[in-house]
């Protein structure tokens, strides 16, 4: 497609922005470290206050790289979404995953109770959290995959999805209403999403998981554009309409699943930041749009993030109000502007 | 009468209810989809088509089939492409997005896009529909102009027997008794035609070739 050349340079200008928005996302923070030191520690020029050295290799570091895989790694499973069900209401979430993980967790954290003190103190640890919502995503994605081998419409699956969504909100629910107040918290706070918890082992983990689903999503590139004119089309250009369909959907069940078990369910990235990227590069081939939504995503989360720290305070808001709060009215504004929106 | 069913069958875009296609000599289920792709192209109507997409990136989706595996155009590729174009007049409308175009435009697109598929086999689901009569007319001289041309067989499901009498080589009349299969001439010599509908309200008149309203 004839523009794509056009585009470069806005992809180059987008990695420089998502530089900037890192550093200025190491530099900020409760504790304030001079730039210069910073720099040193960063590039271990020379020996510094150990104190910060610990908060900005230990805490702020990992918290960058968490911000750029959930960010990129939420866009491109909402621009998988989109495309694959031909809806610009799509997100990374419509297959029902993160109400997979939210039963999971829910269930680890209200359920523990139930089970007695000593269990409680062992299921409510940071590794079962990760394993009950990535076990609790996987259930949902093996019900929808079953549901997509089935059927021959793949707007269907979107209702399935919602449906298990549904669902397993209801089950959470119930599980809320007998939870002493205590644990109820502890559910809140992790639907709140956080970027910060992550140890150095959990970044590399996470990124696995990412660039596995980022590999499946290139490699869905040309049947992604084909799916522009519809799956009957598609299919009458060679495309094998349900293994694309399943590989689309085990592309973004990584991405988004090994987001929400780490990151919480956060909100609203994966559904935003494709159609933020379209307004700056009017373009759908997707072998522009991808890589620019992967900078988009890790650009917003990572504002998002520095906007969730409070500069100059020493309070943190949760990430998940911060991504719409931030996000819904760039999007409003974004089509009013426009006026006429066309998917 | 079953003309969609019959026309998704043929195109392998639906599996068949019984019996056997073949084309070309090859058995339509023997094909893989690359080359089934490669032989037939279809032009449909109402597809959740992207409307964002520019008039020369949906010709290009037609190539499809013998780029690489991330949808590179090749040289070929960027002549069969402006080649299309060209046959369908396009040129002033290659820049456009499609929402800016209107049904009978849209439809010349479809079938540029269907043209630079490059099969010997095009299929087209009532390409006439939602267009007035100017552009019926103008849609169905294209498509006899492109066989003409470019020495492909065009098959087209349709309502409008007056047109088709008119331009096709042959028809198949579907209806709910009987199919036939013939030239306008034979159809009309052994009296298909004035058998498709009841008789209360129209007839077929072999004098002007055309059905006509009874007064």
Not at chain 2, 46 to 55: A, F, G, M, T
Request: aromatic content about 8%; proline content about 4%.
């Amino acid at each position: 497609m004839p523009t794509a050349k056009n585009y470069k340079a806005l992809l180059v200008i987008l990695v420089f922005v998502m530089i900037f928005m890192a550093l200025l996302n190491v530099s900020l923070g409760s504790v304030k470290i001079p730039f210069k030191d910073i720099f040193n520690i960063l590039f271990q020029q020379s020996e510094t206050n150990e104190s910060w050295q610990y908060i900005i290799l230990e805490y702020r570091l990992p918290k960058v790289f968490t911000a750029i895989l959930t960010g990129s790694g939420l866009a491109v499973s909402g621009l998988l979404m989109q495309t694959l069900f031909r809806n610009p209401l799509a997100g990374p979430y419509v297959l029902g995953l993160s109400s997979g993980a939210s039963l999971g967790v829910a269930l680890v954290i209200m359920g523990a109770t139930f089970f007695g003190g000593t269990a409680a103190a062992i299921l409510v640890s940071k590794w079962s959290l990760v394993i009950a919502s990535s076990l609790g995503s996987l259930l949902v994605l093996l019900a929808v995959l079953m549901a997509s081998a089935k059927l021959r419409d793949t707007m269907a699956i979107l209702i399935i999805g919602l449906m298990f969504a549904s669902l397993t909100a209801a089950v959470v629910s119930v599980l809320a209403y007998f939870s002493p107040a205590a644990q109820l918290q502890q559910y809140i706070f992790w639907s709140f999403g956080s970027l910060g918890n992550l140890s150095w082992q959990e970044v590399a983990i996470l990124s696995c998981f990412w660039f596995l689903g980022i590999l499946i999503a290139i490699s869905c590139i040309k049947n992604l554009n084909t799916l522009l004119l519809g799956e009957q089309y598609a299919r009458s250009l060679g495309v094998k309409i349900s293994r694309n369909r399943f590989l689309i959907i085990i592309a973004t069940s990584l991405l988004a699943g090994s987001i929400t078990a780490f990151a919480g369910p956060i909100a609203f990235v994966g559904l935003a930041v494709p159609h933020l990227i379209r307004q700056v590069i009017p373009t759908n081939d997707h072998r522009t749009l991808i890589p620019s939504v992967i900078l988009g995503g890790a650009i917003l989360m990572l504002a998002c993030d520095i906007a969730a720290q409070m500069p100059g305070s020493e309070y943190t808001l949760p990430i998940n109000a911060i991504t719409s709060l931030i996000g819904a009215p760039v999007v409003i504004w974004l089509l009013i502007r426009k006026q006429k929106f066309i998917f | 009468m079953g003309k969609s069913t019959l026309l998704r069958s043929l195109s392998g875009v639906q599996p068949v209810l019984d019996g056997e296609i073949s084309i070309l000599n090859t058995s339509l289920k023997d094909l893989s989809p690359e080359t089934l792709a490669q032989t037939i192209s279809v032009v449909l109507t109402e597809q959740p088509i992207s409307k964002n997409l520019s008039v020369t990136e949906l010709i290009a989706l037609g190539r499809q089939p013998y780029t690489n595996w991330i949808g590179t155009l090749s040289k070929l590729d960027k002549e069969k492409i402006s080649e299309a174009i060209t046959l369908v007049n396009l040129e002033l409308l290659k820049g456009k997005r499609c929402f800016e175009l209107s049904d009978g435009q849209l439809q010349k697109v479809l079938i540029a896009r269907a043209l630079a598929q490059d099969t010997p086999l095009i299929i087209l689901d009532e390409p006439t529909t939602h267009l007035d009569m100017y552009h019926q007319a103008y849609v169905l001289k294209l498509l006899k102009k492109l066989t003409t041309e470019t020495n492909k067989s065009i098959l087209f499901a349709t309502h409008e027997i007056n047109l088709a009498l008119q331009l096709c080589d042959k028809l198949i009349v579907m209806t709910k008794d009987f199919v036939h299969i013939g030239t306008p001439t034979e159809l009309i010599n052994k009296n298909v035609l004035s058998s498709i509908f009841p008789s209360d309200l129209i007839y077929f008149d072999n004098a002007s070739v055309s059905f006509k309203i009874k007064t």
